[in-house]
């Protein structure tokens, strides 16, 4: 996950963003045991960020965008869990 830009450049709003971010990423792993899913924890922000607004329930997005979606077995990103 990359970090676009700052809120802040403090101390304790660097350290409050990155814990936010780190938040995000655990909620993700979470529900992607939970519903089971074979998409990676980037491919699942990635969903997210584009049906943010949509009013369908979280599994239906991510099940809905994964039909079309290929999946790579061999990208490149690391494992931070393995379910």
Known sequence: MRIKKF???SEN???TQI???VAI???IAIIRKEL???ASLYTLL???SVSVFEKISIKKAFLDASDGLELDADGNQL???NF
Do not use: P
Request: hydrophobic share 55%.
């Open 7 to 9: 809120l802040g450049t």
């Open 13 to 15: 709003a660097v350290k």
């Open 19 to 21: 814990w936010c971010a």
């Open 25 to 27: 990423y655990v909620l």
């Open 36 to 38: 089971q899913l074979d």
């Open 46 to 48: 990635q969903i997210l």
């Open 79 to 81: 494992n931070l869990f």
